[in-house]
């Protein structure tokens, strides 16, 4: 079945901690993209890459990390720069065209301990 | 820049009951709407993908219409059931290829 895979599902960060989580997509989609949910507010664009080996910053870059090695895979790295790590962290990917359809991932939560 | 916005927040309406979703977004310049459902601590799922160039979409009890001049797009729910409790969330995509979302509307169904 094609989709976006992330994991984990859940995961919980000490301060000062770096983690890291997964985004995989068999849908062969050039766009792949990062957002963090937050109670009560609407998704917010944290990095985005239409090509391999490229990726621009969203609104809320900082503290984040990315790479984008292979097209299949993008995964973000919150870093101990990020003060306020709490959230629920999406993936998606899509087509690089104007008229296609977003696909989403299950989501992690993060969660600072 | 585009911002959307949905209205209302949160609905709560008797089960059977139909109902209307809003979405609005102020540059008429996008590609798609799209609308989105997504349950408690999960990913979203797509429901109806409108073209810039198209008025309406229709999925099961699911139809949501589109007024690029007007900047509105609204979803409309036939025959509501408690499996439709869930946040509603409409995204257009803009000039950049860029996802711009509504904060969401947080529908419940009452049996």
Known sequence: DGGITQSPKYL????????????EQNLNHDAMYW?????GQGL????YSQIVNDFQKGDIAEGYSVSREKKES????????????????????????GGEEAFFGQGTRLTVV | KQEVTQIPAALSVPEGENLVLNCSFTDSAIYNL???????????????LIQSSQREQTSGRLNASLDKS???STLYI?????GDSAT?????RDSNYQLIWGAGTKLIIKP
């Open chain 2, 70 to 72: 007007s900047g509105r």
């Open chain 1, 35 to 39: 957002y963090r949910q937050d109670p």
């Open chain 1, 12 to 23: 919980f960060r000490k301060e000062g901690q770096n983690v890291t989580l997964s985004c």
């Open chain 1, 44 to 47: 917010r664009l944290i990095y």
């Open chain 2, 34 to 48: 799209q609308w989105f459902r997504q349950d408690p601590g999960k990913g979203l799922t797509s429901l109806l």
């Open chain 2, 78 to 82: 036939a025959a509501s059931q408690p």
């Open chain 2, 88 to 92: 509603y969330l409409c995204a257009v």
């Open chain 1, 74 to 97: 993008f995964p973000l790295t919150v870093t101990s720069a990020q003060k306020n790590p709490t959230a629920f962290y999406l993936c998606a990917s899509s087509p690089l065209t």
